[in-house]
């Protein structure tokens, strides 16, 4: 699922959470041999910082670990003292079993990861195979069933009769063509093989890129922006996809005599866009639950609770673009706060 771990992801990240882990191990061993004057429990503890690395981060940087804590330990606790020498043949020994062990919890940790990630790829798989066969059967047996209507009884429809099912054909395609968007761009994300191609480009030409795939439900939606508003660097069809999905959670989630607003503004170096319903809203430990692959929320009175992929897709895609997207509990109703960077480009007007 696309949940927030504590996993560094960069390698800026990695080298920080190394040297931390590394530096807090080293300032507990010395405060250690000051109170037992034991080698054994200095190693134990440094044993443990390369543990600590080797399942937060790569290999590479559990073997530096491992050096660093090797040298370390022969300089500051072995005899004699701040030298890189050993007398001592049980603080030798000591030393070569804590590099053995070192190196086999590295490579035993990086095969734990893999075989994490495999069970969690097979895992999204199934989820994904269940949510097809569950939610595409819908949309295809509604248009099926419009299609063959109007193949056997069009002679005796109105025209009004059959511009009701054609309509109702186009919209279950429509929804089919999102779902499916939706769920490439969900694969994408999990295997890291989205592709990012940015432009600069005005937030509010996406937004009315949105309300016109809105159909009839853009006169639900009211715009209020702050202008000027700066141009970003970003993919239009990425992000209009993000903000369909959010705009359409919004919509499916309010009643249908509630609208929903889009406030547009500027905020120090970012571009802030908050979408607020009306709608059922939710507590704060679903607030961040919502994100997540499959996640539906229970209790709709007037829609379909949708697929549970639009609102992780979001974040997938807003995170692309180095931005943020959070849900806002709210008294009544909901907001979702998308925050984008902005570039060094004029402030303009967008369409």
Known sequence: ???????????GQRML???????????????????LESAVAVLLLLELAVVLVAFYCEGKYAYIAAIIGAVCFNFLFTIPRYSLVMWRQDDIINLLMFIVVALLTSRLAER??????????????????????????TPLATIIGTLSTLKEYQALLSKVETDELLDSATQESHRLHQYIENL???????????????EEESLLQVVSLVLSRLGERASRVVIEAKQPLPTLSLSSSLIAQALFNVVDNALRYSPLDTQVTLHLY?????????????????????AEQMFELFYSQKGLKHNDSGTGLGLAVARGLIAAHQGTIEAIAQPEGSVFRITLPMTSGEPHCGA
């Open 17 to 35: 959470f190394t040297a931390v882990v590394v530096l807090t191990a080293l300032v507990c061993s010395y405060w250690l041999d000051l109170a």
């Open 266 to 286: 500027s905020q120090q170096n970012s571009v802030v866009l908050d979408v607020q319903d009306q709608g059922i809203g939710f507590s704060v430990e679903q």
């Open 184 to 198: 490439l761009q969900a694969t994408k994300l999990q295997h890291g093989a989205l592709k990012v191609n940015k």
């Open 1 to 11: 699922m696309m949940t927030i771990t504590m996993t560094p992801r960069t390698m």
């Open 112 to 137: 734990y990861k893999r075989q994490q990630d495999a069970l969690k790829q097979a895992q999204l798989r199934n989820q994904i195979l269940l949510s097809v066969s569950h939610d595409l059967r």
